[in-house]
């Protein structure tokens, strides 16, 4: 696992967030749309991607990539060999407000605390948690639909990246895109 001080890997993932999200946006209109069925929302992803929908009994989902791994896969084991978005959407009634719950998750798992910033995704108030690991970076998007069900859309992508800026520009390109269908 990464070895990295909270304090040095929230001073690098911040300046890395600042970095994207000055930077200028790229044209994405060569890129492909997906129009979600049982998920309600649509985006636009790189042409070159590939897309797998599926399903388990706990929810719909969705992941698109320039390589798709198998469904049992673990996207947090082994190597990364490219890019993964996945998409789903969680029934989450919190006890507790949900940067604590996404901060508590994220210390259980990688043992350290990640970067959680507040961000408008389609006028959805989110919050997005970015982590940096030594040999890949993954960002989420939690966003809480406020329809009175705890229903939550969240958009994860996993990279190879060992540049944060430039994983996070793709992530916000990605972002910036989204639709969700009310």
Not at 6 to 16: I, T
Not at 18 to 34: C, I, R
Not at 125 to 145: N, R
Not at 159 to 165: K, L, S, V
Request: glycine share 6%; net charge negative.
């Amino acid at each position: 696992w990464y070895e990295q001080s909270l304090d040095e890997q929230s001073q690098s993932e911040a300046e890395a967030l600042a970095e994207a999200s000055s930077a200028s946006d790229s044209d994405v209109s060569d890129w492909l749309t997906f129009e979600g069925r049982a998920l309600p929302l649509n985006f636009s992803y790189p042409s070159d991607w590939q897309l797998w929908e599926g399903s388990t009994p706990l929810s719909d989902y969705i992941q698109i990539g320039d390589y798709v791994s198998k469904p049992q896969e673990d996207a947090f084991t082994g190597e990364v060999p490219g890019h993964k978005l996945e998409v789903t959407m969680y029934e989450l009634f919190l006890e507790q407000p949900l940067e604590d719950w996404i901060r508590e998750t994220d210390r259980n798992f990688f043992d350290f605390d990640s970067l959680i910033k507040d961000e408008l995704v389609d006028g959805f108030p989110a919050k997005l948690d970015y982590i940096v690991l030594e040999d890949s970076t993954f960002a989420t998007a939690y966003i809480p639909l406020g329809d009175g069900t705890g229903n939550v859309l969240t958009i994860s992508l996993f990279g190879p990246e060992t540049d944060p800026a430039e994983f996070q520009v793709l992530f916000l390109q990605i972002l910036s895109t989204v639709h969700v269908k009310g």
